[in-house]
């Protein structure tokens, strides 16, 4: 038992309303509330690993009910690596990039992080949809942002779909409490075998929750709504969410197929395998071919993390802990990749334009934002010595040593478009002069109010850490497969 | 085996050259003096790690679950102290040829060109595929730069073809390595091949055989995938002399060295049928790159076909894979270097002295460039095999390796090919020493090629003047081609004057044990 867990969701699901009180009055006191609980959240988190790598996985019963109706908590080793990605994250983007400061909208940041933080560290099937609902209720709100009609919509597709999404996964949870009864996950895995895994209600749960959070996850042809959501979005919204959003979805998907279905699951219902292995194919081949084809910088980045998903589902498909490594590897890597590319989109937006054709010259104005979105793009291909490079090799090396020949051939081909789009843009940057434009670059064109934001000095650093955590984590790609190996291994 | 941080330090000085280069941008002088100093520095950890006893090794930890090291094997050092010591004379050479001709962006060339050896290096040292693969591919991202360098529309297609040929082959050998890892257990070069790899299942093992060569073949530009080069040569005359001629190309077919002896064997190699094919694609790109060369009236692009088909002389040594035959590559890949870089050299000569790119309209050109265009001459006799200079040597080796496999066609394709290099060479030396500017005779216009669309005349005089002795270029520009002509001249009359010598028989003995 360990009062971390619950801290952890309870500090900022709590703390939301802090700048909500202080921020009505003084936004200078809402702001200092915010970071306070960010840090504080922060900390918990960070204590949380280096306690989960002294003692083993943590757990916690709230109020010390069974765990069959009890809320219960759980951090091991693959969820610590997200919880810190998460508080990471969400503090270093609040303080590095936020524009919109005022009380509620950071009430909607800190909301946004409680719920993410409770995916991840629930240890319960059900409550991880009522921490989806959080994180999603305020990711709505936070893309529909306070003004502009553009973002409604955005926000309200992006709310219906989400919502049918969540709702798909609560059918599955309601199927796998009628077969089993229980909605623990550590009850859930060996309740499901009773049951037998080609049972109808087993094979539908499975299929209605992995649809749920396909959605969440943007996998062709459920990515509808997050092209234009991350378009619209307030910019550091869209880095924040681009970041997390799909990201914690994919880790729920890894924990309740291999950690509560298993992976005798899916040896035992090879349609799924199969399912898996398709949706992530379209997935890369959809993702390339639209990701190509976009003008505008945001759009272009939302469609290669409908590639990136399809890579992902793909590993999952192959189903070895080499495989699995290779798609934790994956997630982080696309997470703090397009973290940074959205903040420099974000800024590029307030510079030049939001079209890659924007870019032109641009690398020559801003070279070090310039080579960070470079390397961040290195890593989104797959080339060396990034961790984009590094998830690669788990996955094809898996996928050749299970024997999934198409699996190896997708996940290496996709590199080639990959490398299509990616260079388009880094090309712009360096090599293209600028055409036709006004000399002055500092003009915004659409009017004032929109051009306040953080400076280029502290863009350029948040590129450039994401940069080089890229490089670390691929030249220490070794170090995290071995941090998560207990728990992956202890699936197979 | 000695730990020890020689191989490291070989990367690590031109790497972190480059960005001493960028904050040295507004003081040229300085700037070069980064680039010259490196350049020695790195030479002299080469030298030391050839005189090293043992093999030094750096182990650098392990990624993505494959251990990571530098190792400076003979094979290494072979490639390590041929690219080392021509990054010193191609030093000289840039400051010369940059300033002459007033290319811009010089900061960015040489922050790029010092990239670019710190990734040669690391291919030269990788001690498995993996590692060997990291590089490979960071040598095609720190070249690019250098291929677009002029920024013209032209340049930029050429850059998009390179880039496109070449991490379209580093996919082909990610998924070859992959390959190898799953079926060998692992990707470490060890003399010889690996033994789990002639135990593996035949058809995968021929699987990643041919994945690796498509791979590697893209930079050691085996027709047809030999695209890029010639596109590659709108890069500035030092650019396509070092990189293209030597550290590029050379990375492609080191690694097809390191995929035939060290990784599958020689004995594997042609017992799982997989020498011939690769002979035969090395045989036909030395007759097809020999012919189409033939008709080229630019002088970068000829020489640009040259190279592709020397190339296979070295591919072709490889896939025969006797102990002659490997150690007459090995010598050949010193030897080509030698003298391909003099060519380009004088071609660079011939462009910063009198903007001619082409060979019809340098008739005569030897008046104005004597020295320099002797020593275009006699580097091309050694690459057609004259004696006396270093490609006879390499070429007798790789003729008489030949002669130990049953199917002595090769061996004709080694006489043949050396002929179609002659009527190469013939024309251009031939234009240059005897022809005349402004006289339409044949013996003013190349021989085969058709002539180039020209601008209408020449601008200025029509006859070359002649300079006074030593000053028809820049010492930057003159000194490296004597240089570089005179190692090609050493290396053949005294071809165990230098360390290579030594280095490919080590390579031989370790292989062929």
């Known amino acids: ?492 | 085996v000695g730990v020890s941080l020689l191989p490291l330090l070989a990367v690590a000085v031109p790497a972190v050259a480059a960005p001493l280069v960028y904050l040295a941008r507004s003081r040229p002088n300085l700037r070069e003096g980064v680039t010259l100093a490196a350049a020695v520095a790195t030479l002299g950890v080469v030298w030391l790690a050839v005189r090293a006893p043992g093999t030094p090794v750096t182990p650098l930890g392990t990624v993505a679950g494959v251990s990571f090291a530098l190792r400076a094997d003979a094979a290494g050092l072979l490639f390590a102290l041929l690219a080392a010591t021509l990054w010193v004379v191609t030093s000289v050479y840039s400051v010369g040829y940059l300033r002459t001709v007033g290319e811009g962006h010089q900061t960015r060339y040489f922050a790029a060109f010092a990239a670019s050896i710190a990734a040669t290096m690391g291919v030269a040292f990788a001690t498995n595929l993996f590692t060997l693969f990291v590089f490979y591919e960071l040598l095609t991202l720190a070249t690019y730069p250098l291929v677009v360098h002029a920024g013209t529309a032209e340049a930029y297609r050429a850059g998009r073809t390179y880039v496109a040929y070449t991490l379209g082959g580093g996919v082909a050998v990610l998924a070859g390595a992959v390959l190898v890892a799953v079926l060998a257990g692992e990707t470490t070069f060890s003399p010889g091949g690996l033994a789990a790899l002639s135990a593996a299942d035949p058809t995968l093992a021929r699987v990643a055989f041919a994945l690796l060569i498509v791979g590697f073949g893209v930079k050691t530009a085996i027709m047809p995938l030999h695209g890029w080069l010639p596109a590659a040569m709108v890069a500035p005359t030092p650019v396509s002399g070092l990189l293209h001629a030597v550290a590029v190309v050379k990375s492609g077919v080191f690694a097809l060295a390191r995929t035939v002896l060290y990784t599958f064997g020689p004995e594997t190699t042609w017992a799982l049928d997989l020498g011939l094919p690769l002979a035969v694609a090395a045989a036909a790109t030395m007759l097809g790159a020999g012919l189409v060369g033939l008709r080229q009236d630019n002088i970068k692009r000829g020489l640009a076909y040259s190279t592709i088909g020397q190339l296979s002389y070295i591919a072709l040594g490889l896939a025969i894979a006797t102990p002659l035959a490997v150690f007459g590559a090995l010598l050949h890949v010193v030897a080509h270097a030698f003298m391909k870089i003099t060519l380009f050299f004088a071609a660079g000569v011939i462009y910063a002295e009198t903007g001619e790119k082409y060979v019809s309209d340098v008739a005569g050109v030897g008046r104005r460039l004597p020295a320099t265009m002797v020593a275009f001459g006699v580097a091309a006799a050694g690459l057609v095999g004259f004696p006396l200079v270093a490609g006879f040597v390499s070429k007798f080796h790789l003729v008489l390796g030949a002669a130990e496999r049953p199917a002595l066609l090769f061996v004709a394709v080694y006489l043949v090919a050396g002929l179609l290099k002659l009527l190469y060479f013939w024309p251009i030396v031939y234009v240059a020493l005897f022809g005349d500017r402004g006289d339409d005779s044949p013996a003013s216009r190349h021989a085969f090629a058709p002539p180039h669309a020209t601008d209408g005349g020449y601008p200025g005089e029509t006859t070359w003047e002649r300079p006074a002795l030593g000053r028809e270029a820049s010492p930057f520009l003159l000194l490296p081609v004597l240089a570089t002509v005179g190692g090609a001249v050493l290396l053949g009359v005294v071809p165990t004057a230098l360390p290579f010598w030594a280095l490919a028989e080590a390579v031989v003995a370790e292989v062929f044990a």
Do not use: C
């Open chain 1, 1 to 492: 038992m360990s009062l971390l867990l619950p801290l952890l969701v309870t500090v900022p699901l709590l703390g939301a309303l802090a700048p909500f009180v202080a921020g009505t009055r003084r936004s200078r006191a809402g702001r200092a509330a915010t970071v306070a609980v960010l840090l504080a959240h922060l900390g918990l988190a960070l204590a949380a690993a280096v306690l989960v790598a002294r003692t083993g996985p943590l757990t916690y019963v709230v109020g010390g009910l069974p765990a069959a109706v009890g809320i219960g908590l759980l951090l091991d080793r693959v969820s610590a690596l997200f919880v810190v990605l998460v508080a990471v994250t969400a503090a270093g983007l609040y303080l590095a990039v936020r524009e919109d400061r005022t009380g509620p909208g950071d009430a909607l940041w800190l909301l946004l992080l409680a719920g993410l933080t409770g995916v991840v560290v629930t240890a319960d099937a059900f409550n991880l949809y009522v921490f989806l609902e959080i994180s999603g209720l305020a990711a709505y709100a936070l893309v529909a942002g306070r003004a502009g009609v553009d973002r409604a919509l955005a926000a309200l597709r992006y709310l219906l779909v989400g919502t049918v999404g969540a709702t798909l996964y609560l059918l599955g949870v309601g199927y796998a409490y009628v077969a089993t009864g229980t909605l623990a996950m550590a009850d859930l895995g060996p309740a499901l075998a009773a049951v037998g895994h080609d049972s109808t209600l087993v094979v539908a749960a499975y299929v209605l929750i992995a649809l749920g959070l396909a959605v969440k996850l943007a996998l062709f042809p459920l990515h509808g709504w997050k092209p234009p959501a991350y378009a619209t979005a307030p910019r550091d919204v869209a880095a924040l969410l681009a970041t997390l959003g799909s990201t914690v979805a994919g880790y729920a998907l890894v924990r309740l197929t291999f950690g509560v279905f298993g992976v005798e699951f899916l040896r035992g219902v090879p349609g799924v395998r199969l399912g898996l292995v398709a949706a992530g194919t379209a997935g890369v081949v959809a993702g390339g071919y639209l990701t190509l084809r976009r003008a505008e910088l945001r759009r272009l980045l939302s469609y290669s993390s409908i590639l990136q998903f399809g890579l992902f589902t793909l590993a999952l498909g192959v189903a070895t802990p080499l495989a699995v490594t290779g798609a934790i590897l994956l997630l982080v890597a696309n997470a703090v990749a397009k973290g940074g590319l959205f903040v420099a989109a974000g800024h590029a937006e307030r510079a030049v334009g939001r079209s890659v054709g924007d870019l032109a010259g641009f690398g020559r104005e801003a070279p070090i934002l310039a080579a960070g979105v470079a390397v961040a793009f290195a890593s989104l291909v797959g080339l060396p010595p990034t961790v984009g490079f590094a998830a690669k090799w788990y996955v094809a090396v898996a996928a050749v040593a299970a024997g999934s020949w198409g699996v190896a051939v997708v996940v290496l081909v996709s590199t080639l478009v990959s490398l299509a789009y990616a260079g388009r843009v880094v090309e712009r940057l360096y090599l293209a002069a600028p055409e036709g434009r006004p000399g002055d670059r500092g003009l915004a064109t659409d009017g004032g109010g929109d051009v306040a934001g953080p400076s280029r000095r502290r863009v350029a650093a948040v590129v450039g850490v994401v940069a080089a955590a890229l490089v670390v984590l691929g030249l220490g790609s070794t170090a995290v497969a071995e941090w998560v190996a207990p728990v992956v291994e202890g699936w197979a």
